[in-house]
């Protein structure tokens, strides 16, 4: 999928720029750290979100669809193993309006598109 | 209780005439056990089971009592295979907390060998004596003279009958912040465990002070799982007050702290046990904030593809309608410019979303 980073970007990255991301904020370390298979996605997209000025340089439009994809994806796993959440929903819609604002010309059929993907995975 | 366990134990005396229940049910000082069993059981099959190992359970809790080694009580209790680990986790918490409510009860005695009843309330000695009501409250005894017997047997006050109507009073606010302490999340709960544990009461006088006044900004006394997020809180009404996080966008930081000063945002659970996160919240009213940031706004819904006015507008609005129904209080956006009030406004008339919008400009 282009637009999208996938896992090789992320063994690009020194690990001692992800445990800082991952020790110095309030995320939940029980979703971060653990051997669910939502975790790696979740750590995908803190890396995304908290270390963009320390990871090798993206469009936007790359770093923003990225962080939608693997934030979408973790919380479709997230449902399997725990169930809904209103709070990642409502985080998730937050991202949208930050994408709205941040990139007023955005093809929302992209994302349109990948979150049908994610549902059929 | 969950469970008459008196009653029960009378019915299994009649039924069986060579037992031990007695050992268990007719000596004071075991009354927290009975009530841990209390917690634990949920029918005659499990409390027969107990009954029929009266007297070990009998030895060993009063063992316990005697020499406080609870490590001892864990192995005494894993040795009686009759009855389920459920019986014996909750005889073990109680222990733990009888334990805990002796090392106040001795560091209040520590103060000068007795107490006189000079506590004032919200004083160190005010806090320990709301620690001890924590963990007698934990043993499972929730009214007020059960909790002076216990004080009596202890030797903290002399004479319930000689108790001033000053002194009744501190003791019953006492007894009741400890009752409500039970009522604080794990976070909270194992906090007020360490210090004690580390003999440091000028940080269990902080951490029950915090409790009590917990309608102050910024003391949080709890911890809520918002999405991906630990949120420090505090609980308010229906819901949490908790620290908010500040947005990347400057303009938006500004616009939510215009709606809410205190740099806090409000948590309401839903029945799903997730939490819905707001601006604010003025009476019954809860609060969201909306700052378009150009001309071309998310918030102008009606000119936005179906994806984004679904997935940015309708969802969340729905979610929080939902979760505000639930507690009985209502929703209002408050949105920077008139065209996206008028829009939003028309959408939820369209889709039946009961939520106000309201124009708060920049």
Redo the contacts between chains.
């Keep these: 999928m282009e637009n999208i980073v996938d896992k090789k970007y992320f063994d690009k990255i020194d690990s001692k720029i992800i445990d800082e991301i991952f020790n110095n904020n309030s995320f939940r370390k029980e979703l971060i750290l653990s051997n669910f298979k939502c975790s790696e996605c979740l750590r995908f997209y803190l890396i995304l979100t908290c270390g963009k000025e320390k990871i090798p340089v993206l469009t936007n439009d790359i770093l923003y669809t990225s962080r939608y994809y693997w934030l979408n994806l973790f919380y479709h796993y997230y449902v399997r193993e725990f169930g809904e959440d209103a709070g990642i929903e409502q985080q998730i819609g937050s991202l949208i309006e930050e994408m709205a604002n941040i990139l007023p010309d955005y093809d929302w059929n992209l994302l349109e598109t990948l979150s049908e993907d994610i549902s059929k995975m | 209780m969950k469970f008459p366990v008196y009653e029960a134990a009378e019915e299994y005396k009649k039924n069986n005439a060579a037992n031990d229940v007695h050992l268990l049910t007719e000596d004071p000082s075991l009354i927290w056990v009975i009530v841990a069993v209390a917690g634990a059981v949920i029918d005659v099959a499990a409390l027969t089971a107990v009954f029929k190992v009266a007297k070990p359970i009998a030895e060993a809790t009063k063992a316990f009592d005697e020499g406080g080694d609870i490590l001892k009580l864990q192995k005494d209790l894993a040795a009686i295979t009759e009855i389920s680990e459920h019986v014996k986790k909750n005889i073990l918490l109680a222990a733990e907390a009888r334990a805990n409510a002796r090392k106040m009860f001795q560091s209040m005695f520590q103060v000068d060998g007795m107490l006189k009843m000079v506590i004032l309330p919200g004083g160190a000695e005010f806090a320990k004596l709301v620690a001890t009501a924590y963990y007698i409250a934990k043993q499972g005894i929730l009214n007020f003279h059960s909790f002076l017997l216990e004080l009596k047997a202890t030797r903290l006050i002399d004479d319930i009958a000689k108790l001033t109507d000053e002194e009744r009073l501190i003791l019953k606010n006492a007894f009741e912040k400890g009752q409500e302490l039970t009522k604080a999340d794990t976070y909270l709960a194992g906090e007020i465990d360490k210090a004690i544990a580390e003999g440091d009461f000028v940080k269990l006088e902080k951490l029950i002070n915090g409790f009590q006044d917990a309608g102050g900004v910024g003391t949080y006394t709890t911890k809520i799982?918002?999405?991906?997020?630990?949120?420090n809180a505090r609980p308010f009404e229906k819901g949490y007050w908790g620290k908010r996080?500040p947005q990347?966008?400057p303009r938006?930081d500004a616009y939510e702290l215009k709606i809410n000063p205190n740099n806090e945002s409000f948590y309401v659970k839903?029945s799903?046990g997730?939490?819905?996160?707001f601006e604010n919240i003025v009476d019954k009213t809860l609060q969201d904030g909306k700052l378009g940031?150009?001309k071309?706004s998310?918030y102008h819904v009606l000119d936005k593809?179906e994806?984004?006015r679904i997935?940015?507008i309708l969802?969340?609005a729905q979610?929080q309608v939902s979760?505000a129904k639930e507690v009985g209080y209502t929703v209002e956006w408050l949105v920077s410019d008139q065209k996206a009030v008028d829009q939003l406004t028309q959408y939820f008339i369209d889709n039946n979303i009961g939520i106000v919008v309201k124009l708060l400009l920049e």
């Design positions: 799982k918002w999405g991906i997020q630990d949120i996080i990347s966008e938006i839903n799903e997730s939490f819905v996160q940031m150009d071309s998310i593809p994806f984004l997935e940015s969802k969340p979610r979760v």
